[in-house]
Nanobody, 121 residues
Framework: QVQLVESGGGLVQPGGSLKLSCAASGSIFSFKAMDWYRQAPGSQREMVAALTSDGSTNYADSVKGRFAISRDNAKNTVYLQMNSLKPEDTAVYSC???????????????WGQGTRVTVSS
């Protein structure tokens, strides 16, 4: 019904920036919410940023002031701008989106495939 495709990961030096994208396609009626998660090797998955349809955002303490989540309605895409990256930001980043798929309030929730971010000199 709905597909999420992430892009933008890669290798960056400490202090650098990356912008991740999560593009949604398919039977979308409207956007409800989107979260970005990350999982480092040997660690549990953690939520790093969240965005709701009213524009409310929430960030993990570890990324506040460095990461920003935003949305392009026309493109059905949510972004995660990551600045001042640190080696401890190294992880696989995944988006989790929730969308309304009809006018009756039915929703779809799912995950993208993940994109790897490596912060290293």
């Amino acid at each position: 019904q709905v597909q999420l495709v992430e892009s933008g990961g890669g290798l960056v030096q400490p202090g650098g920036s990356l912008k991740l994208s999560c593009a949604a396609s398919g039977s979308i009626f409207s956007f409800k919410a989107m979260d970005w998660y990350r999982q480092a090797p040997g660690s549990q998955r953690e939520m790093v940023a969240a965005l709701t349809s009213d524009g409310s955002t929430n960030y993990a303490d570890s990324v506040k002031g460095r990461f920003a989540i935003s949305r392009d309605n026309a493109k059905n895409t949510v972004y995660l701008q990551m600045n001042s990256l640190k080696p401890e930001d190294t992880a696989v980043y995944s988006c989790n989106g929730e969308f309304y798929i009809d006018q009756y309030g039915s929703t779809w929730n799912g995950w993208g495939q993940g994109t790897r971010v490596t912060v290293s000199s």
